[in-house]
């Protein structure tokens, strides 16, 4: 079996969770979330999350023995040594068992959804990588509303992630989340019926 494998990034805020449900429910695509694989490989007995405790020390343990993914997160945001320590732990792995969800996949359309799809590679494994892309505004309106961020932090991330222009060049199409959500899905069906991507499933 022929498989389709499309890959979709973008910004913090953008509405990649909304582009990826359509994908799934309306047309049958089988999604693997890269955060959610990292997650699952960071849980107890998992090699990634020996080699995390070993790294950063047992203080980012729950009493349960799970990791803290907040406390973690709030350790390596802006010291960028340690943020690169933990992505050299994490993203090998996770982009190998990825590759192996692939395989072991009987779906004959993938969508694989990760912030850093083009910084770890991606390409190699996409036929194509989608940008999501939606205005500052509406992106500072949403994490405002969905994750109680305040400006200044939505900011601060948005600042340590790929530019628009990059994201625009080396993506093969951008899909525009500015709108409503018909108008998100009138722009996916025109981009799968153009770009090649499954049909729709009835």
């Known amino acids: 079996m022929k498989k389709q494998i499309l890959g979709i990034t973008g910004g913090i805020g953008s509405g990649k969770?909304?582009?990826?449900?359509?994908?799934?429910?309306?047309?049958?695509?089988?999604?693997i979330k890269a955060d959610i694989v990292a997650h699952e490989l960071m849980e107890p007995g998992q090699e990634v999350y020996r080699q995390v405790i070993a790294a950063f020390g047992r203080e980012i343990l729950h009493p349960d023995g799970r990791i803290d993914r907040s406390l973690l997160g709030r350790l390596v945001f802006g010291r960028e040594e340690k943020r690169q320590l933990l992505n050299r732990l994490t993203h090998p792995a996770v982009k190998q068992e990825i590759l192996r969800r692939i395989a072991d996949s009987r779906t004959a359309f993938l969508v694989i959804e990760a912030a850093l799809l083009l910084e770890e590679h991606y390409e190699e494994i996409c036929e194509e990588i989608w940008?999501?892309?939606?205005?500052?505004?509406?992106r500072f309106a949403r994490l405002a509303d969905s994750r109680g961020y305040t400006r200044k932090r939505a900011q601060a991330i948005m600042d340590r992630q790929l530019s628009e222009d990059d994201w625009r060049k080396r993506c093969q199409a951008t899909v525009d989340n500015s709108g409503s959500l018909e108008q998100l899905r009138t722009e996916?069906?025109?981009?799968?019926?153009?770009?090649?991507?499954a049909a729709r499933f009835d």
């Open 17 to 31: 969770s909304e582009v990826l449900r359509i994908l799934q429910e309306e047309y049958g695509a089988e999604v």
């Open 131 to 138: 940008y999501v892309y939606a205005d500052r505004e509406t």
């Open 188 to 197: 996916l069906a025109r981009l799968l019926q153009e770009r090649g991507f």
